[in-house]
């Protein structure tokens, strides 16, 4: 689901979690009626403000425990565009570098990176290759003109997954295990 009619998207996310139904959520606006969509979203996807938007704290690695903890997600992340994605599980934080790549247009790979998150939990993927997975999907879309010009096939995702040159990291290994400790 995402925000642009949370009313609607909340009954379905409702709807949803009562048939035990993961639900993931693509958010990046303050939309009226966000809170009542995110008390039943399992996967909260935001843009990399949406967080401190609503938790009132630019920092993600406070922002997204504060709103796993408060809506009870089990997982909630902030897409960083070519810093790639970081994510919190409720005990440790996640993070997957973007791929190197030339961009042509980067409409479009956002969603690509939403539904590649929805695959990969179909799939049963583990959170870290899940989460280079998405990467690998929405830097793909970004090398097509338009939001469909570059929806890649799952076999050069895969191939990107394990041949692609990853960028620098935004965020060290000593960071993600510092900010952990921060959040219990």
Same mark, same amino acid.
């Given at each position: 689901?995402?925000?642009?009619?949370?009313?609607?998207?909340?009954?379905?996310?409702?709807?949803?979690?009562?048939?035990?139904?993961?639900?993931?959520?693509?958010?990046?606006?303050?939309?009226?009626?966000?809170?009542?969509?995110?008390?039943?979203?399992?996967?909260?996807?935001?843009?990399?403000?949406?967080?401190?938007?609503?938790?009132?704290?630019?920092?993600?690695?406070?922002?997204?425990?504060? /709103?796993?903890?408060?809506?009870?997600?089990?997982?909630? $992340? #902030?897409? @960083?565009?070519?810093? =790639?994605?970081? &994510?919190?599980? +409720?005990?440790?934080?996640?993070?997957?570098?973007?791929?190197?790549?030339?961009?042509?247009?980067?409409?479009?790979?956002?969603?690509?990176?939403?539904?590649?998150?929805?695959?990969?939990?179909?799939?049963?993927?583990? /959170?870290?290759?899940?989460?280079?997975?998405?990467?690998? $999907? #929405?830097? @793909?879309?970004?090398? =097509?003109?338009? &939001?469909?010009? +570059?929806?890649?096939?799952?076999?050069?995702?895969?191939?990107?997954?394990?041949?692609?040159?990853?960028?620098?990291?935004?965020?060290?290994?000593?960071?993600?295990?510092?900010?952990?400790?921060?959040?219990?």
């Amino acid at each position: 689901v995402d925000g642009h009619d949370c009313r609607a998207a909340a009954t379905a996310a409702r709807w949803a979690r009562q048939a035990k139904i993961p639900v993931t959520a693509d958010l990046d606006n303050l939309y009226p009626g966000v809170e009542a969509l995110l008390e039943n979203v399992n996967f909260a996807i935001t843009s990399r403000e949406f967080p401190g938007r609503l938790c009132g704290e630019d920092d993600l690695f406070v922002s997204l425990p504060r /709103l796993a903890s408060r809506f009870g997600c089990r997982l909630t $992340a #902030a897409t @960083l565009g070519e810093d =790639g994605v970081l &994510a919190w599980d +409720g005990a440790n934080f996640h993070y997957s570098p973007a791929f190197e790549i030339k961009p042509v247009d980067t409409t479009g790979a956002g969603d690509i990176f939403h539904a590649a998150f929805a695959y990969g939990l179909v799939r049963s993927f583990e /959170l870290p290759a899940l989460l280079a997975f998405c990467c690998a $999907a #929405a830097g @793909l879309s970004c090398l =097509g003109g338009g &939001a469909r010009g +570059g929806i890649a096939p799952v076999r050069k995702i895969e191939q990107m997954v394990r041949q692609g040159v990853r960028r620098p990291p935004a965020f060290t290994g000593e960071q993600l295990a510092a900010a952990r400790m921060h959040a219990r």
